[in-house]
């Protein structure tokens, strides 16, 4: 049943996010308004779903919500509240790498995969 609502979810999320993250882009002129709104919006969700709940969220709203929804929606949101944990959980220096080594490891990571597939082209 766990992965069914992650399933379920994921689909509703990813078309939630290319919906909305096209609808905002064409209207704004550039893409990346669609992707920072859906990262800023998703951010937002997955704080209040996390805090829903005294003493964590059920299982549902976990695996419907948070990985399956938000999931799909932008995994930026994983991402964002896991810094954010790791801050509360007083580890202020594995958060700064998170953020550090998520955004190096990241950016290098596309830059690798284009200039591989640039290469492949060829």
């Not at 919500?65 to 220096?93: D, K």
């Not at 080594?101 to 591989?116: A, I």
Request: proline share 2%; glycine share 16%; aromatic share 12%.
């Amino acid at each position: 049943m766990t992965y069914l609502q992650v399933a379920l979810g994921g689909a509703l999320g990813s078309v939630l996010r290319f919906w909305l993250g096209t609808l905002i882009g064409t209207r704004a002129g550039a893409p990346f308004w669609g992707t920072l709104t859906v990262n800023i919006l998703g951010s937002f969700v997955i704080g209040l779903a996390a805090s829903f709940e005294k003493g964590g969220p059920s299982d549902f709203t976990k695996h419907f919500v948070m990985l399956g929804i938000l999931g799909g929606f932008t995994t930026f949101s994983s991402f964002s509240l896991q810094t954010l944990e790791l801050f509360r959980a007083g580890n202020p220096g594995l958060a700064a790498a998170n953020l550090a080594l998520s955004m190096v490891l990241c950016l290098l990571g596309v830059w690798l995969g284009d200039t591989l597939g640039a290469q492949w082209k060829s």
